[in-house]
């Protein structure tokens, strides 16, 4: 069994029927075997690398990413929206680039974001936790996907490298790679994995760092299970509904 030994205060379910819609963030205590259950029944577990295994630009790295895509933009002689002004988020932009109808923007702002992305994968760390958590499915029999919507597959691929864990991955799905006018919807990659991995919903659990993780989740009919670290982004993710949520992935990892 993957989860043995639970902390009484970084594990809970959501309700199905919440009888208070104006804080998502409050849920009634679980019986940690739920997620023992959850997580003994489906054999592939669809990992997401945002979060749940590393956090590329944390601190300041993003805002510095952000000006060199917004110089990117501004020498392309294109203006960027005025809600942009408050954004510090780098995969924003290439969500707006992908969408334009620039024929040289998407690949140049996805290019800018590998190379910014395979920078911080040099010195970037694994998310607390994960690595044991990768050597306990391999233990127990269960295959492991890593997918993002958001880091390409040669940063994700590069991290994994450096830790010696590429061997506990089976797949690994990045960023797709747009041309103009091409953006994916978010919800898709995760239902197009799993035809990818010929694998039926119901053996199939995603372990998502985001909103959209856990949409793409309900989009492709699977259970989810939402990771979340601090106070803003458990109430976030209560908005999508994960089947449960967790607040750090050692949780997911049995102890002795």
Same mark, same amino acid.
């Given at each position: 069994?993957?989860?043995?030994?639970?902390?009484?205060?970084?594990?809970?379910?959501?309700?199905?029927?919440?009888?208070?819609?104006?804080?998502?963030?409050?849920?009634?205590?679980?019986?940690?075997?739920?997620?023992?259950?959850?997580?003994?029944?489906?054999?592939?577990?669809?990992?997401?690398?945002?979060?749940?295994?590393?956090?590329?630009?944390?601190?300041?790295?993003?805002? #510095?990413?952000?000006?060199?895509?917004?110089?990117?933009?501004?020498? @392309? %002689?294109?203006? $960027?929206?005025?809600?942009?002004?408050?954004?510090?988020?780098?995969?924003?932009?290439?969500?707006?680039?992908?969408?334009?109808?620039?024929?040289?923007?998407?690949?140049?702002?996805?290019?800018?974001?590998?190379?910014?992305?395979?920078?911080?994968?040099?010195?970037?760390?694994?998310?607390? %936790?994960?690595?044991?958590? $990768?050597?306990?499915?391999?233990?127990? %029999?269960?295959?492991?996907?890593?997918?993002?919507?958001?880091?390409?597959?040669?940063?994700?691929?590069?991290?994994?490298?450096?830790?010696?864990?590429?061997? $506990?991955?089976?797949?690994?799905? %990045?960023?797709?790679?747009? #041309?103009?006018?091409?953006?994916?919807?978010?919800?898709?990659?995760?239902?197009?994995?799993?035809?990818?991995?010929?694998?039926?919903?119901?053996?199939?659990? @995603?372990?998502?760092?985001?909103?959209t993780d856990i949409r793409a989740a309900h989009f492709a009919g699977i259970r989810s299970i939402g990771y979340a670290p601090n106070p803003d982004k458990k109430k976030? @993710?209560?908005?999508?509904?994960? #089947?449960?949520?967790?607040?750090?992935?050692?949780?997911?990892?049995?102890?002795?």
């Amino acid at each position: 069994m993957i989860a043995l030994a639970l902390a009484h205060d970084t594990l809970e379910a959501v309700d199905e029927h919440p009888t208070d819609d104006s804080d998502q963030s409050q849920w009634p205590d679980t019986d940690p075997k739920q997620l023992d259950v959850l997580l003994s029944e489906p054999r592939r577990i669809l990992l997401s690398f945002d979060g749940p295994v590393c956090d590329l630009f944390p601190g300041r790295s993003a805002p #510095t990413v952000v000006d060199d895509l917004r110089l990117l933009v501004t020498n @392309l %002689g294109m203006t $960027l929206p005025n809600a942009f002004d408050r954004v510090t988020d780098p995969h924003e932009y290439f969500r707006w680039a992908a969408s334009s109808r620039h024929p040289d923007l998407p690949h140049l702002v996805d290019q800018m974001l590998t190379a910014a992305e395979l920078r911080a994968a040099v010195t970037a760390e694994p998310t607390p %936790g994960v690595i044991d958590f $990768l050597h306990a499915c391999q233990t127990s %029999g269960r295959t492991v996907a890593i997918i993002s919507t958001r880091t390409s597959g040669e940063a994700v691929k590069s991290l994994l490298a450096r830790f010696g864990l590429t061997r $506990l991955v089976s797949d690994i799905a %990045g960023r797709h790679h747009p #041309t103009a006018g091409s953006s994916e919807p978010v919800k898709t990659p995760v239902w197009r994995l799993l035809r990818t991995l010929n694998t039926e919903a119901t053996h199939a659990v @995603l372990i998502g760092g985001s909103d959209t993780d856990i949409r793409a989740a309900h989009f492709a009919g699977i259970r989810s299970i939402g990771y979340a670290p601090n106070p803003d982004k458990k109430k976030l @993710l209560a908005g999508a509904r994960p #089947t449960m949520i967790v607040a750090a992935m050692e949780v997911l990892t049995g102890r002795p």
